[in-house]
């Protein structure tokens, strides 16, 4: 369903964020993702001149690549656009992450480990929509399970879709079922 009709409006920004999640030949996970703003007209810039519109204002890359255990092996970012000399330095700071686990806490890790000051707010941002689209990549991992005893999917209990309470994991996963037994309509 598509969202509702809309007052007259004219278009101004649009923000993209593309993330491809990848299977390496070495068993590791890897997310490529990146983050492009555009403005629809012109702007002045100090450190740029004149950006058109359709220049991106920012163009920034991070690469975050983790092993079964969901541990950070390598994280690196990159600005090829940014509206200030400075933001390109930052990028270094991502190495902070290697070492960490996604797991639960992980956003507030990341916050005080490249946030703030520190780090930059957009490619900060931007490793929610990696992270998820690490777990997305993963998901083949149960399917592919070459034993007949499978490990506990890592999804399990991440979102209310996958509550080891709910149908879902009752259905699909019913060895990690912890609810009461309900008909499965």
């Known amino acids: 369903?598509?969202?509702?009709?809309?007052?007259?409006?004219?278009?101004?920004?649009?923000?993209q964020i593309k993330c491809s999640g990848y299977q390496r030949d070495d068993g590791l996970w890897e997310v490529d993702a990146r983050l492009t703003d555009v403005k629809?007209?012109?702007?002045?810039?100090?450190?740029?001149?004149?950006?058109?519109p359709?220049?991106?204002?920012?163009?920034?890359?991070?690469?975050?690549?983790?092993?079964?255990?969901?541990?950070?092996r390598d994280c690196i970012s990159v600005t090829d656009k940014s509206p200030f000399a400075c933001c390109p330095d930052i990028n270094p700071i991502f190495r902070k992450l290697i070492g960490q686990k996604?797991?639960?806490?992980?956003t507030m890790r990341v916050k005080k480990l490249i946030g703030g000051l520190q780090g930059c707010t957009h490619l900060?941002?931007?490793?929610?929509?990696?992270?998820?689209?690490i777990f997305q990549t993963m998901s083949s991992m149960s399917k592919n399970q070459q034993s007949n005893v499978q490990p506990r999917?890592?999804?399990?209990?991440?979102?209310?879709?996958?509550?080891?309470?709910?149908?879902?994991v009752q259905t699909?996963?019913?060895?990690f079922f912890t609810g009461e037994a309900k008909d499965k309509d």
């Open 1 to 15: 369903m598509p969202l509702p009709d809309h007052s007259a409006r004219k278009h101004q920004h649009t923000r």
């Open 40 to 52: 629809t007209y012109s702007i002045e810039n100090a450190y740029r001149g004149t950006i058109q």
């Open 54 to 72: 359709g220049d991106p204002i920012h163009d920034m890359w991070i690469r975050i690549t983790v092993d079964d255990q969901l541990v950070v």
């Open 102 to 106: 996604i797991a639960a806490g992980w």
């Open 124 to 133: 900060t941002d931007l490793l929610g929509p990696a992270t998820t689209t």
């Open 153 to 168: 999917p890592f999804f399990l209990n991440g979102c209310h879709a996958w509550d080891t309470n709910g149908k879902q």
């Open 172 to 175: 699909f996963y019913p060895q």
